[in-house]
């Protein structure tokens, strides 16, 4: 089995620059409140089905409580003037055996280049390493963005209508 908190991966972007995917560390903790404040309102609402901005000390601590085995979250790191940054974050969350629940969020200025596809093919590697066999996703129904990289992600997936969302499954194995 992959051990997903020392998860580490090279990928390039379409510009040839080099980004690493690696598991979401406690010491990222400014580096993800920046990623967030560098994030549009449109976008954290996609995320979070909501307006928000701030989070409380006990979502911050979720975000950064990861136990790498229910719960694993994956970072993509840039390169921005010399500095190391996070650019974007995808998780997963087992609802129960077999299932987690995806979620990602790419600040915009970094959207449409490939990295939310990115995230969730690590994520799906780490997953089926662990055993899990569907993912499951909440999405707004007018969340494109999000529908098209489920869709081109080459997993079997299912979507069902429920109030006032999409409801996706994708299958693992
Ligand atoms: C949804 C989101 C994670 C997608 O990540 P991304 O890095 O922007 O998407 P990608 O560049 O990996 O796109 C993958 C595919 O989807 C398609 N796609 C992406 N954005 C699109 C858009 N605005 N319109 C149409 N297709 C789009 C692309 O065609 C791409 O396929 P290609 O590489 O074959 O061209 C990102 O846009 C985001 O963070 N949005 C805000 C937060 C959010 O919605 N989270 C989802 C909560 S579940």
Known sequence: ????????AIELLPDGRRMEIRALRAEDKADML??????????????????????????????????????????????EQGRAVIVAGGR???????????????????QGQGIGAALLRHLTTIARGAGFKEFTAEVLPDNIPMLKVFEKSGLKISTKRESGAVHVTLRLA
């Open 1 to 8: 089995m992959l051990d997903a908190a020392t998860y580490s």
């Open 92 to 110: 997963y969350v087992a609802v129960r055996p077999g299932l987690a629940e995806v979620a990602f969020a790419v600040i915009d200025d970094y």
């Open 34 to 79: 920046g990623a967030i404040d560098r994030t549009s309102a449109q976008s954290l609402y996609r995320r979070f089905f909501g307006a928000k901005r701030d989070f409380s000390e006990k979502e911050v601590e979720f975000f950064l409580n990861i136990d790498f085995t229910n719960h694993v979250a994956l970072v993509a790191v840039l390169e």
